[in-house]
Each structure stands twice: as structure tokens, then as C-alpha cells.
């Protein structure tokens, strides 16, 4: 059973850098095709897809916050990190990392973590 | 980036109804398309894969069907469980990118 937690901080202060960290179990990164996305979702917005890193450890970055954001894995501990820098108040959203299963062609995600709702304020 | 057009933006239907909600992609996606259901609260599921491939455990009420820019998802008879917003999502072009969303009530 593939299950996912997001953990980090719930509030920021503008400017802040926010760290989040996907706990995952049920799959490991040693399977071909096997990915981790983050997806962010304002409150009652569209889903806004934000990173993704694949088992062989290529990354993929929204164009429009590329400079901002990174990736990475830790194989060892199921885990994977996103941080992101300078954060602005419109950066408040639930945040969710999710698993893109494996297969080479359509990233997608077929299991989701119950999301991390982060606030940016002063 | 893709524009993913769905409509309507929200639809109320009785039980039992068949209920058909659209996506448009602003370029032609093939069938990297995939549609969830998230309810108030939760994180989306993923309903349908590749544009007409029903995810696991997934009741057969629901379907999809399309390629290229024009995609249609289908609740064959609408049950008060499926109170919810559809998305749609694209990846053929990065970024991924998600629909607007539609808003089924009862």
C-alpha cells in the first residue's frame, strides 16, 4: 500500500525559505519510472503542479518558479524535499507531494498525501 | 504553457443522472490525459488515465474518452458520493497543467 505525508512548517514569513519533506512507504525509487511530484493548490483554486523528480534522479521544475524551487530525494530514508525561496504571500496553499507511478510516458500521480496547508504572512 | 479548458464550471444534476463534462487542450495532448475528483478537503484522486484507462478500484460508472485536444469524462448515473469538483490534468507539454475544474452538485 503506497502512502505519502507531507511535513514542514504551517506558517513563513515573506521572504522565508519553506522546506517540505514527503514521507513516503509502499514504493521505493529503485523501480524504474517511479516518480514524486509536488502539486500546490491555493485555497479554492486550480491544482498548480510545482517539481517533479523520477527514480533516476532527473528533476522537472515549473518554468515560472524554476529559480525558486528545488528538488531532491533521500533513498535511503523514502523521502523527498522540496524547498522553496523568497516566499510571497501568494505562495499560501495547500501543498501535496504525490506518486507518479511507474512507466515512461505521461507523468500523472496515483496516489496523493493529505496535503500540508502553508501560510505566508508577516 | 497548455491551456486546459473545461466546462461547465459546474453542473447540478439529479441521482441517477448521466453527467458529461468536457476538456479542451490548447494543443494536442495525444492522450496524456487524466482526470481526479477532489472533495472539500481532501486531495484529489485519480479517476482515469490516458484518457479512457479507469484507475484502480475505481467504480465503472465513470468514464473517459478522447485524444488530441478534445476529451470528454463521463458519470454514467450520478450517485450523492460523486458531489465533488473534476479536474482535468495534461502532460505532454510542461509544465503539467490542470483544468480549471467542475463543480458537480445535486
Known amino acids: 500500500q503506497i502512502t505519502l505525508k507531507e511535513s514542514g512548517p504551517t506558517l513563513v514569513k515573506p521572504t522565508q525559505t519553506l522546506t517540505l519533506t514527503c514521507t513516503f512507504s509502499?514504493?521505493?525509487?529503485?523501480?524504474?519510472?517511479?516518480?514524486v511530484g509536488w502539486i500546490r493548490q491555493a485555497p479554492g483554486k486550480t491544482p498548480e503542479w510545482l517539481a517533479l523528480?523520477?527514480?533516476?534522479?532527473?528533476?522537472r521544475y515549473r518554468p515560472s518558479l524554476k529559480s525558486r524551487l528545488t528538488i531532491s530525494k533521500d533513498t535511503s530514508k523514502n523521502q523527498v524535499v522540496l524547498t522553496m525561496t523568497d516566499m510571497d504571500p501568494v505562495d499560501t496553499a495547500t501543498y501535496y507531494c504525490?506518486?507518479?507511478?511507474?512507466?515512461?510516458?505521461?507523468?500523472?500521480?496515483?496516489?496523493w498525501g493529505q496535503g500540508t496547508l502553508v501560510a505566508v504572512s508577516s | 504553457d497548455i491551456q486546459m479548458t473545461q466546462s461547465p464550471s459546474s453542473l447540478s444534476a439529479s441521482v441517477g443522472d448521466r453527467v458529461a463534462i468536457t476538456c479542451q487542450a490548447s494543443l494536442d495532448v495525444d492522450d496524456h490525459l487524466y482526470w481526479y475528483q477532489q472533495k472539500p478537503g481532501k486531495a484529489p484522486k485519480l479517476l482515469i488515465y490516458d484518457a479512457s484507462n479507469l484507475a484502480s478500484g475505481v467504480p465503472s460508472r465513470f468514464s473517459g474518452s478522447g485524444s488530441g485536444t478534445g476529451f470528454t469524462f463521463t458519470i454514467s448515473s450520478l450517485q450523492p458520493e460523486d458531489v465533488a469538483t473534476y479536474y482535468c490534468?495534461?502532460?505532454?507539454?510542461?509544465?503539467?497543467?490542470f483544468g480549471g475544474g467542475t463543480k458537480v452538485e445535486i
Open positions: 490534468q495534461q502532460s505532454d507539454y510542461p509544465p503539467l497543467t
Open positions: 509502499g514504493f521505493s525509487f529503485s523501480t524504474s519510472g517511479v516518480g
Open positions: 523528480i523520477y527514480w533516476n534522479d532527473i528533476k
Open positions: 504525490a506518486h507518479r507511478p511507474q512507466g515512461f510516458v505521461g507523468d500523472y500521480f496515483d496516489y
